[in-house]
């Protein structure tokens, strides 16, 4: 049998491993990505103007077949880009006034790209710059939505492309309670785009094709979702950026940017479904009928401009033949989403639209089953109290009572351990030299006082797999985006702010980022130090210096996690206290946490020494 200790030590080791790691490698990484994303966005910048729309995405439009339309050679660039003001200003547009959206519709090419979410800024200052997803070409970074026709092998038709100008029909504004509808005419066929909106970002497109002449005509419709340059990302490894779908037996497709560059197209035929581009709080994705055949692809390629290569990605699909009949007319009906990733929103349009696990649009991880519930208990809470810190602690209670039998099972052996301590150090001095003796008599004692050695790991293996689902529902909720808690806690997703170093302000200095030790981190390595003291120092050395160091290790190494993760990790410590502590107590153990954290030192010095 092994010794608990050694369960322990390695729980605990794992654990600090991950934990370091993500402090010392990959925070410092995700520095420098975004150093030098700032840089490539500048460079970007430079180069996204003056290119021609219909080969500005440089993949080019779906085609019968699978095969991709060679993309048309870019405009000479002008000397100096356009901002994005005069990009939107280029081409004649019809406003966008929702709740959630403000922007604008192109009517060149009859394209969706001037987005702004209204509802959403840069940073927790209300006076800070709104969020702006979708930009025409012609300005920097580029992104925008498409919908179109591509005509089938032999047919001689006319059909509309990204320079075509529509005409405006009706409607002077798209609202919710106001579409409006394009018209163009192409010979013998007649085009009519109706474009909706609801109250938040589900834009809805229904192309009407009218064939006047006296044969049928097919057409093939298509949407794509454009990007140019890389956006940026968090760059964390428990979210997905990038390209992303479900697309029905091929199920949930997850593309990081680079794996598209290096691994080149891929495609996918499905019945319903969905797919686009999802940055950790926005997306666009485009969603055809439900019902309806259509092939799907996520492709990269680039455009040259002023001597240097942008990247381009694209997601769109190609949808199977309409048939117009001679005399008649066919409607095509798909749908776009362009906006922030709200829980409730996305679920919503699931239900309402039947799309097929729209809810994957959120990277939910891993931890699913426990993710999902976890948010909507802190979000049961937020409506009850209005603050989703208050909401934090409540659900800690609440996961403790779930896991009170268990806990209280675990600390009622952890007194039992701690009341045969004297005759376990016995045990160990008389047969030093002879383990297996030692681990035989360990066993029957155990066996003779009813003790699980191992039942002391099971609060941190309960607690482990909760704080990893609160990190990931933190991290990629919006809806804990500059969520504030109370006091100086303006953010619940980001670090606390504050730290020791210069004494929490008072000193007009900012240290270097691993000095930044705050308010929370500290209480936290406080009440983590004091549920060790509960009980007496291990007899192993390597276990007693862990649990000697633990604490101030967890402190640096939380002290840049989201602040609300750290609450709530420090609150679950002060439960925990106060539980082990009543139960310790009513076992008939005595509780010296002085005596016990006198003993640690006196042990840690002790080894020293030698």
């Known amino acids: 049998m092994i010794d608990n200790k050694n369960y322990l030590i390695a729980i605990v080791l794992s654990f600090m491993v991950m934990i370091t790691w993500h402090y010392t490698v990959n925070a410092p990484q995700m520095e420098r990505q975004k150093q030098e994303q700032a840089l490539l966005e500048e460079q970007q910048a430079l180069e996204a103007a003056g290119q021609q729309d219909a080969a500005s995405d440089g993949v080019g439009i779906p085609q019968p077949g699978g095969e991709t339309g060679a993309p048309a050679v870019p405009q ?9 003001e005069t990009a939107v200003a280029a081409t004649p547009r019809i406003p966008i006034e929702t709740p959630e959206i403000e922007g604008s519709i192109s009517l060149r090419g009859g394209r969706i790209d001037d987005v702004v979410l209204r509802q959403y800024r840069e940073t927790v200052d209300p006076g800070s710059d709104q ?40 409607g002077d504004r798209l609202t919710p309670s106001s579409p409006v509808v394009l018209r163009h005419e192409a010979g013998d066929l007649t085009f009519r785009r109706t474009i909706s909106i609801d109250n938040q970002f589900m834009f809805t497109v229904a192309d009407t094709v009218t064939n006047a002449s006296g044969d049928a005509v097919s057409v093939f419709p298509y949407g794509l979702v454009s990007r140019h340059g890389l956006p940026d990302m968090a760059n964390f490894y428990i979210l997905h950026e990038g390209l992303i779908g479900v697309l029905g037996e091929d199920g949930l497709q997850e593309i990081d940017y680079d794996d598209l560059t290096d691994d080149g197209p891929q495609t996918f035929s499905t019945t319903g479904g969905w797919l686009g581009i999802t940055d950790k709080y926005w997306a666009t994705a485009l969603v055809p009928e439900q019902d309806s055949k259509f092939k799907a692809r996520f492709a990269s390629g680039s455009v040259n401009a002023a001597g240097a290569t942008t990247p381009t990605f694209q997601a769109d699909f190609l949808r199977d033949a309409v048939n117009v009949p001679a005399q008649g007319e066919a409607t095509i009906t798909n749908r776009l989403f362009a906006g922030a990733k709200q829980v409730s929103i996305i679920d919503g349009y699931e239900e309402k639209f039947g799309i097929d696990r729209f809810e994957l649009l959120i990277d939910w991880g891993w931890f699913y089953f426990i993710t999902k519930p976890l948010f909507y208990g802190i979000d049961y809470f937020f409506h009850l109290t209005g603050n989703f810190g208050v909401a934090i602690l409540l659900v800690t209670v609440i996961l403790k009572l779930i896991f009170f039998p268990l806990a209280s099972k675990s600390y009622k052996s952890m007194a039992g351990m701690k009341k045969v301590q004297p005759e376990m150090a016995k045990i160990r001095e008389r047969h030093a030299d002879d383990k297996m003796k030692q681990q035989q008599l360990l066993m029957e004692l155990y066996k003779k006082e009813k003790i699980n050695p191992l039942s002391g790991c099971l609060p941190i293996l309960l607690q482990i797999p909760v704080f990893f689902a609160l990190y990931k529902v933190l991290f990629v909720t919006i809806e804990m985006r500059h969520a504030p808690f109370f006091g100086w806690i303006r953010d619940l997703s980001a670090p606390d702010p504050t730290t020791i170093f210069n004494l929490f302000g008072l000193i007009p200095w900012d240290p270097p980022s691993f000095l930044m030790l705050g308010v929370w981190p500290l209480l936290m390595g406080i009440t983590m130090f004091i549920q060790m003291r509960l009980n007496p120092p291990p007899p192993d050395p390597t276990q007693a210096m862990i649990f000697a160091w ?26 925990s206290i106060l539980q082990q502590y009543t139960i310790m107590k009513r076992q008939g153990v005595d509780v010296n946490i002085w005596e016990n954290t006198r003993a640690l030192f006196r042990r840690t010095k002790a080894e020293d020494a030698k």
Do not use: C, H, K
């Open 76 to 84: 000479a660039t002008p000397a100096a880009p356009a901002n994005r």
């Open 131 to 170: 969020i702006v997803l979708l930009s025409p070409s012609g300005g920097p970074s580029p992104y925008y939505a498409e919908f179109g026709f591509v005509g089938a092998s032999g047919q001689d038709v006319a059909l509309p492309n990204a320079d075509t100008i529509w005409e405006l029909e009706s």
């Open 550 to 575: 633990m604490p101030l290790i967890f402190m640096f190494m939380l002290a840049s996690f989201p602040a609300g993760l750290v609450i709530y990790w420090t609150w679950n410590n002060f439960l």
